[in-house]
């Protein structure tokens, strides 16, 4: 589905997930994370760019790095928090449905056997790149930050999620690119959120089409 498509089915208020394709259960168990390896953090700032082609490949998650636990005995995660509230929530949209990534136990919970790709941004490579990651702040985590600071505090915590995505995608040749261009009534309501779940941004993840460009 093209840009312009989607933006005529917005203003209409008709933009609506897709049918699953493929199983997946309920539950799902990702591979230990890879720690150690890969190129420098120097190099991979040198190579962090932004992709916006995609191949269809279907590849492994590297959720670790956008909320993972990197320091068990606290359950500190690879990205800060204002006072430990944690209010970052990693989304996956996937072709088999629309998971929560739980970072206790590095593994996806389904919600909805939907695919929300589509929804995920106006763009039209959304639609078919591996995965659509999408970050919500829960708000009712933040009882301890000034009400008047949470949305800036989450936005901030997102962003560092977003750059271990690009940093790890430049280290393993992956394409990347972070959004914030999508119908946010639409992407909640595909997704189910509730009042205090609030949309941040969406960064799509893939294998990068032969040819393509960066940014």
Same mark, same amino acid.
């Given at each position: 589905m093209n840009t312009l498509t989607k933006l005529a089915l917005g203003l209409m208020g008709q933009i609506r997930p897709r049918p699953a394709r493929g199983a997946s259960a309920p539950h799902r168990v990702l591979l230990p994370p890879t720690q150690d390896g890969g190129m420098s953090l120097m190099e991979a700032l040198r190579k962090r760019q932004s992709q916006r082609e995609f191949a269809t490949d279907a590849l492994t998650e590297q959720l670790w790095a956008a909320g993972g636990i990197n320091r068990p005995a606290p359950g500190g995660r690879t990205v800060p928090s204002a006072m430990n509230a944690q209010e970052l929530?990693?989304?996956?949209?996937?072709p088999q449905g629309l998971f929560r990534y739980e970072p206790g136990t590095h593994a996806l919970e389904r919600l909805s056997a939907s695919d929300v790709r589509a929804v995920t941004g106006y763009q039209d490579f959304v639609d078919l790149a591996a995965l659509d990651l999408i970050y919500v702040a829960d708000h009712a985590r933040m009882a301890l930050v000034p009400a008047a600071r949470r949305e800036a505090y989450a936005f901030a915590a997102a962003g560092a999620a977003a750059q271990n995505v690009y940093? #790890?995608?430049?280290?393993?040749?992956? *394409?990347? #690119? #972070? =959004?914030?261009?999508?119908? =946010?009534? *639409?992407?909640?309501?595909?997704?189910?959120l509730g009042n205090d779940e609030q949309l941040l941004l969406a960064q799509t993840v893939g294998v990068p089409r032969a040819g393509s460009t960066a940014a």
């Open positions: 929530c990693l989304y996956v949209a996937l940093l #790890v995608c430049a280290s393993a040749g992956l *394409a990347t #690119v #972070v =959004r914030a261009w999508f119908d =946010r009534d *639409a992407l909640s309501g595909a997704m189910g």
